[in-house]
Structure formats: C-alpha cells, structure tokens
C-alpha cells in the first residue's frame, strides 16, 4: 500500500499548512478561462505585489502547482465554490510571502542555516509544521518521529515522484515559518522599556484620583450661528489626509430576482413521488429503485440517533424509539419531498484503531493466521511479511483510527469487529490480516434508503421571473434616473449595498456572485445593468451610484464628514463659553450644578495610565490627571461633552508594579504581532485583481 493512501486516510478531503503570517493551502485549476489571456498586455495581470506584476499565467502556474499537491494528498479532483475561493486567498498570499514577506525578514539580517534546516526534521527542534501534520501523528495524536522516518525512507523507492514532490512542498514552508518565528523573536526581544518610560508607566498607574464632575452633552442639533469655511474643511483635511486613505469600492442599488418553485410545481413534485411510493414500499432491490426514481441514492453510511437528527430531523423518532419501524410516509422538506425506509440496523462504533498485514495471497495470509492463533507477534510479523512498507518498518502494522468516511474500501467490518480478534479482509490492495485494537463505545446505528424528489422550478416559472426582471432592465435602459424610478413606482425591493470591493463574492446576502462583481467594476457611475444571471436561480439588475478608487478620498469626497467634525467642535467650544457666563461666581459644585438643571457625578479610580478610565472621556481624563486638588475647574469642551470638576483627592499607592509595566508593555507587543499580517500588506501595496479571472 503506497504511503499516500494512509496519508488520504488520516487527512481525509484536505490538508492546510500553517506557515507564518497566513494558511497556505491548496488550489484546484478553474479551467475557465484557457489560454485566450496567454498573449495579452499587463491589463490581464492578476495583481501587484511591491511593484512587480503577478501575471496571469504565473498565477495560473502556481496553481497547477497546489492542484497537483491537493489531488495527491486527498485523491480528490473537485471541490465547491467556496473552497476554491478560500484555496485562491491562500495561493495569493503565497505570492505575498515569497515576494515581499520573506524578502523584507531578510533584509533584517535573518537567515536560515543548513544545520537548522536539518534539524527542522531530524534534529531536537521539529517544525511546527511536520508536527502539526495528521499523517505523522501516533494513535494518541503525539508527533511520531518513527513515521516521520518511515515517510522520508519511502520517499527513494516512489517511483511517481509524488511523495518527493509533497515533501519539497512541506520543506518549503518549514523554511517560511521559521523565517517568520526568528522575525517575531527579534521584534520581541528588541522590546524594551527605558528607565524613564518603566517610572512613568508606573506613576500613571499608581496615581489615582477622586472627583466630583458635571457633564454638559454638546448633542447634535443645528446651530444656524456655527459656521464652517471651505479653507477650515481643507486645513483639516491636510492635517488628517492619512485617515482618508480609502480602497477602491462601490455602492450599488439593486434588484434580485429569485426564481422559487410556484404552487404548481409543489403540486407537480407531490404528484410525481406519490406515484413511485407504493414499489417504494416494497422494493426488494433499492439501491436500483432508488437510482431510478430518487434523487438521494442509496447510502452505505449508517446514521447515529444524532446524525439522523441534525440530517433529517423528523425521522430521529421513527428510526431509534418506533417499535418496528420500517417506513416513514412522504413529507415536505424545505423544496424537497422525503420518504424514508430503514434498510439495515447495526450496532458499531464511531472509530476502531486498526493494524493489518498486508500479503500476495489468501494461502499466504492463512498461513500467518495460524501463525497468530499460536501465539504470534503481530507487529514483529507485520514487520517481517507486510508488503505495506508505510506501516512495515516504522509502525509494525498500524493504519491508525478508522472511521466510517476515513475507511480503507473492503474494511468496513472493523467498526464491528471484536478487538483483538485477528480476521482476513480483501481490499484493492490485495488480503489483509486485520486486527482491531481499540474501538469507541458500539451504539445502535441505522441505513437509511431516502425517496427524495427535488421541488424544481418549471419553465413557465423560470420565464415569469425572467420577464419581470428583463422588464426592470429595459424600462432603465441603462439609466440610473430611469431605474430609480421604476422601483419607486413599482415598489420593488430595492437592496443598497456599500463600500463593495473588487474581490467580493457576497454582495448582502447573496453568496458566489462575482458575475455581479465583474459588472460592478467594468461599469460608469450612473449606469444600469442588463439582466445578471447567476447559477439559473438568480436574475440580478444592478444600479451602480457611486465609485471611489484605490487612493485618499478626495475633499469633496470628504468634506460633509469634516464639516460635522468641525461644527461638532465649534458648538463644544460655544458652550463651554456660554456655560462659564452662567456660571461665573458660583463657587460650589452644587450650585453650579443647580444653575445649570442638573446633576454632580462622582469617581473614585480615574487613572491616567488606567485601562478601566478609557471609558470616560480622554479629555476628561487627562484634565483630570493634571488639575490641582480642591479647586473647580473647567469649563472644558471635550469630545463628547463639557465638563466642570473637582479633584477632591489623590491617592499614591503601590499596586501597580515593575512588573506589571513589563506585562503591559508584552500586551501591547503581541498586539502589534497580531497586526503584522495586515502591515506587510499594507507596505507591500497589494493591488488585487484576481476577481476578473477567478
């Protein structure tokens, strides 16, 4: 048996590799675009990393790449939508590593030398990659050197260069993670905290003060006598232009028609699985019954009570708590039809932990029967006679954990094979002496035959919805004024959504719809779309209201935003000044409070360095921190607010230690590590236009 198979087995669908910033995973080829692009100018690029070009046919190479390791490690050659678009952001942040990533640690002076390359797999210190690996971890799920071993000594005699090819892939990222783990380790280790800063932070922390206050809310109602100027909205925004550095987006209105089966088509399906049900009933052979008449075929999984009821909810009751239960009658589920039979009942375990002896033959395996009857050793025996060398040297015979959709095809019985009773079973890889020698607990299981008929949407539903839509984007033509119009008069349900990006495949909730995005993008401010057909369930008709690209917004863009800001701060200004009017002369915090209709709040823990103060105004608080003691102060405009206070005392204590500075400070730093993700993004200046090809 080729060391792969085990590796499928124990991985099942689909391996991910940690490495540093991102999850590098595998990426199936779409096929869908050939080679009409291979000549074209840079227009077809699929993006830009630190300047330099990924062009579409090196984007393409990396994903034959990832496809060949996906379809070797799991055996499987499709996957869905969403999978594919996940594995696409992982192969693009590949090209993130090995463009900018990496190139930017070793301008840092890290390197990595051929001794700790070597003891990243054979040495003391084991990449996190290799042991986070399913395939090489033991029956207790601890990393396993031995088959490790096994896997690297198998590698010379795979004459497919398949076992090569995956563990040049593994090497690849152990390098990638290690370069990543030595950067985080310099940027941690070059934190440190001076003198001066350490008494600082202690000081604020350890200074608390008690104060009585009074806010004033600035609210936010008009005031015809503030004004903002043009030159303010621009001074403002030169001092602030890096908060308005925006991403390309767009904001849209649209109509979605969702084509749902009609009345009559509920009819039509009822109709057409009432007149299979009676054989149905009495079918002998149903896994032919069912491939002609159902739309779910037979299954050989055999349901717990609590996978039948998060499957098939209604039929928990029937299957595991009805006496004699063979047929539950047709029901309705969601746009499906169900009946239900139970076919086979056993009693089996979720997993058994699995050893075998693979030989040529039946005599073969006959003989070393006999053998184990007498007393033989199984691994020593498996070591010696196995033709499996994935388990014949490292492991003596151990397949591992099986379970029923991580099953060797023809071992299906060791669910329900007694442990430590030896048995031949056949597979595709010749005879197999099988032991079992652990199995989960055996609970009551059962094989369900499913009559299901799918609720489909007829071609006179389909051309109603149609018509509706294509009568929507032929009165716009193409017009925004025009589409605007009709909605309102019509009382369609018009969805706004804002701020979409290029690479959005959900636009609200529609899911898998960059055919909408694709439009989005190729179309003007003000334009309509034609009717947008996705999946034959969807008819989109899309307004497009606004356009912002990759850059800082503009003023004009910005200046409402800036304009609310300024006036905000104008009106805390104008009433700071017109409450000291009010209030010149009043010398007590209660009568201040009297005179302007309200109430004296008290606290007694505001701290300037203080996480738990961060919820009062910073205003406030740094007034506070600064303010003599016994003495009305204010009043000050702040953010939210102004304010009028009294620091009634000060305490200095010594809670807050030399320690816990060094703790914050190690916060603030693994929150910056956090974040290095998101920075080398941004100093690599992505420009991403995969979603125009995939």
Same mark, same amino acid.
């Given at each position: ?5 085990t ?14 910033v ?7 080829d779409?096929n869908?675009?050939?080679s *009409? ?17 990924v ?14 390791i ?18 696409n952001e ?9 463009? !900018?990533? %990496?190139? =930017?640690?070793?301008k ?5 030398? =051929? ?35 096994? !896997? ?27 370069? +990543? ?42 005031d ?15 001092v ?13 209105d ?7 089966p009609?009345?009559e088509?509920? &009819?039509e399906a009822?109709?057409?699985?009432d ?10 052979n149903?896994?032919t ?11 050989d999984y055999?349901?717990s ?6 499957? +098939? ?23 499906? +039809? ?7 009942t ?5 997993s ?6 693979l ?6 395996a ?16 498996a ?17 591992g ?10 071992m299906?019985d ?11 079973m ?9 032991? %079992? ?11 369900l ?41 019509d009382?369609?349900?018009? %969805? ?24 989005i ?19 989109? *008709? ?5 356009v ?46 009297? &005179? ?7 606290r ?32 000050i405009?702040?953010?939210?607010? %102004?304010?009028?206070?009294?620091? &009634?005392?000060?305490? *200095? ?6 320690d ?22 941004e ?12």
């Open positions: 048996m080729a060391v792969l198979e590796i499928r087995v124990k991985l099942g669908a689909l391996i991910t590799v940690l490495i540093a991102a999850l590098l995973a595998f990426i199936i779409p869908t675009l050939g *009409v692009f291979n000549s074209l100018s840079s227009k077809y690029d699929v993006g830009e990393i630190d300047g330099t070009s062009t579409y046919n090196e984007f393409k190479e990396k994903v034959d790449y990832y496809s060949n996906y379809t070797l490690t799991s055996g499987n050659q499709s996957m869905d939508e969403k999978t594919q678009q996940a594995l992982s192969a693009w942040q590949d090209f993130q590593q090995e463009m !900018f990533i %990496v190139p =930017t640690i070793k840092a002076g890290i390197r990595i030398g =051929t001794e700790e390359l070597l003891d990243m797999s054979q040495g003391k210190e084991i990449s996190r990659v290799l042991l986070q690996q399913p395939s090489f971890l033991d029956e207790n799920g601890q990393f396993s050197r031995a088959k490790l071993l096994q !896997f690297m000594q198998a590698i010379p005699s795979d004459q497919t260069g398949n076992l090569s090819t995956y563990w040049a892939f593994l090497e690849k990222n152990m390098t990638r993670e290690k370069y +990543y783990s030595k950067y985080v380790s310099l940027l941690t280790k070059s934190n440190v905290i001076n003198k001066i800063e350490m008494k600082n932070s202690i000081a604020d922390n350890n200074t608390t003060s008690s104060a009585d206050f009074i806010v004033l809310p600035i609210g936010f109602g008009l015809s006598t503030i004004t903002v100027s043009n030159s303010e909205i621009e001074e403002y925004y030169k602030h232009k890096s908060l308005y550095k925006q991403k390309a987006s767009r904001d849209v649209f109509v979605c028609y969702e084509v749902v009609s009345e088509d509920f &009819k009822k109709a057409d699985i007149k299979v049900y009676p054989d149905f009933v009495k079918a002998t149903l896994k019954f069912l491939s002609r008449n159902s739309a779910t075929p037979l299954s055999y349901f009570e609590d996978d039948v009821l998060s499957v +098939y909810p209604k039929l928990d009751t029937f299957a595991f708590h009805t006496k004699n239960a063979t047929v539950f009658p047709i029901y309705r589920k969601g746009e499906q +039809y169900i009946a239900a039979r139970i076919n086979d056993k009693v089996m375990s979720d058994a932990f699995v050893k075998h002896i030989v040529k033959d039946a005599s073969k006959d003989s070393l029967l006999n053998v184990l009857k007498h007393g033989g050793d199984f691994s020593e025996l070591k010696k006679y196995s033709l499996d060398q994935n388990t014949k040297v490292a492991s003596r015979g151990d397949i954990w099986m379970t029923q959709t991580q099953m060797i095809p023809g299906q060791v669910l329900t094979a007694k442990v430590g009773k030896d048995q031949i056949n597979t595709q890889y010749g005879t197999h002496i099988v032991r %079992v020698t652990k199995r989960t607990p055996a609970v009551k299981k059962v094989q035959a499913i009559l299901s008929k799918e609720v489909i949407a007829s071609k006179k539903t389909f051309q109603n919805y149609y018509s509706q839509a294509n009568d929507l984007a032929s009165k716009s033509d193409g017009k925004i004024e025009n589409f605007n119009k009709i909605v309102k008069e009382k369609l349900p018009v %969805v706004p959504a804002s701020n979409v990006a290029e690479s959005a495949r959900k636009i609200s909730k529609y899911e898998d719809v960059p055919e909408v995005t694709r439009w993008y190729g179309a003007k401010k003000g334009e309509v779309s034609p009717i947008i057909t996705i999946n034959n369930k969807y008819f989109f *008709v899309v307004a497009l209201k606004e912002r690209e990759d850059r800082y917004a503009p003023v004009n863009q910005v200046a409402s935003n800036i304009q609310m800001i300024l006036a905000q701060k104008k009106r805390a200004e104008k009433l700071a000044e017109t409450t000291a009017e009010k209030i010149k002369g009043l010398t007590s915090m209660k009568e201040i409070a009297e &005179k302007l209709n309200t109430t004296v709040s008290s007694d823990d505001i701290s300037f360095g203080s996480i738990t103060s961060r919820s009062f105004d910073p205003v406030l608080v740094g007034s506070i921190a600064g303010a003599p003691e016994n003495e009305i102060c204010g009043p405009a702040g953010n939210v607010g %102004v304010y009028i206070f009294k620091v &009634k005392s000060r305490n *200095v204590g010594n809670f807050f230690s030399e816990d500075a060094k703790t914050r400070e190690d916060q603030m730093m693994n929150y910056q590590i956090n974040a290095l993700n998101s920075i080398f993004q100093e690599a200046n992505l420009i991403d236009h995969r979603a125009k090809f995939f």
